[in-house]
């Protein structure tokens, strides 16, 4: 069991990781939106810091805040493939600026990142929780600020 949790620790951190790499790719190609891309690369890299600080509470103290990650290994490996083949598609041929918010919606929505807003959103019931949300307060719920950021630009979901 704790070789699962590390595992997947170490499979979040690296999604959130690639997520933040493919923002930087658009931050660096749609200069019109360079600092909404900007801001939601650096939330996503926060994301991975506040993950690795788990990896070592874990360690020293053999607990996570509960419901944090996904349970699904498969799926998280399988986001990090697709968010990596999307970094090499876009990097031979960059998309269109509405392509790259539709992808970055969706991706918002897949199984790693809903999860840790879901996480964000329910109540909790210890400390350790609320000192994470506490952390990340200012860096949740993606997928919506990216669709009121698309329709603030005139562009279609």
């Known amino acids: ?11 979040s951190i690296d999604l959130e990781l690639a997520i933040a790499r493919l923002y930087s790719l658009f931050h660096d190609t749609y200069e019109e939106d360079d600092d909404f ?14 993950l690795r600080n788990e990896v070592k509470n874990h360690k020293e103290h053999g607990s996570l805040p509960e419901n944090l990650l996904a349970t699904d290994l498969k799926a998280v490996r399988e986001a990090i493939e697709y968010v990596e083949h999307l970094i090499t598609t876009f990097t031979a ?3 269109s600026r509405t392509e790259a918010l539709q992808t970055a919606y969706e991706i918002e929505n897949s199984i790693g990142e809903i999860h ?4 964000m959103e329910r109540r909790s019931c210890s400390l350790g929780d609320e000192l994470f949300k506490q952390l990340n307060q200012d860096d949740k719920d993606h997928a919506e ?3 009121q950021y698309m329709f603030s630009q005139g562009l279609k979901p």
């Open 145 to 147: 600020r990216i669709l």
């Open 116 to 119: 840790f807003q879901e996480f």
């Open 37 to 50: 891309w900007w801001q939601l690369a650096i939330e996503e890299r926060n994301h991975a810091a506040l």
């Open 93 to 95: 041929s960059p998309c």
């Open 1 to 11: 069991m704790e070789k699962e949790v590390h595992e997947l620790l170490r499979q």
